[in-house]
Nanobody, 116 residues
Framework: VQLQASGGGLVQPGGSLRLSCAAS????????MGWYRQAPGMQRELVAR???????AYADFVKGRFIVSRDNAKNTVYLQMYRLKPEDTAVYYC???????????WGKGTQVTVSS
């Protein structure tokens, strides 16, 4: 499985960005896809994930600001980010997990920088 993410960049506080991640290879019909992030000196943390049935989970620090969605036909997951804050600055990693077995696949990461 390969994950190709795009959409990161530099944005001012209060701005918006949309990340996309396309999975290719042997994709399980039932799976989780989502986004994690890692800031310098910090551990990687869950931002949001969505399963193949459409159920979502969000970290508390993004609830009400970020929306995760997916297109199963394209094996693609999206992260729409609104009202971005400087503390959202991090490398964002796309994640895919086929659940059975539970194995994490990671994209290379895309930098999101929120700064004026």
């Amino acid at each position: 499985v390969q994950l190709q993410a795009s959409g990161g960049g530099l944005v001012q506080p209060g701005g918006s960005l949309r990340l996309s991640c396309a999975a290719s290879g042997s994709i399980s019909r039932i799976n989780n896809m989502g986004w994690y992030r890692q800031a310098p000196g910090m551990q990687r943390e869950l931002v949001a994930r969505i399963n193949s049935g459409g159920s979502t989970a969000y970290a508390d620090f993004v609830k009400g600001r970020f929306i995760v969605s997916r297109d199963n036909a394209k094996n693609t997951v999206y992260l729409q980010m609104y009202r971005l804050k400087p503390e959202d600055t991090a490398v964002y990693y796309c994640n895919y997990n086929p659940l059975s077995p539970s194995v994490n696949y990671w994209g290379k990461g895309t930098q999101v920088t929120v700064s004026s």
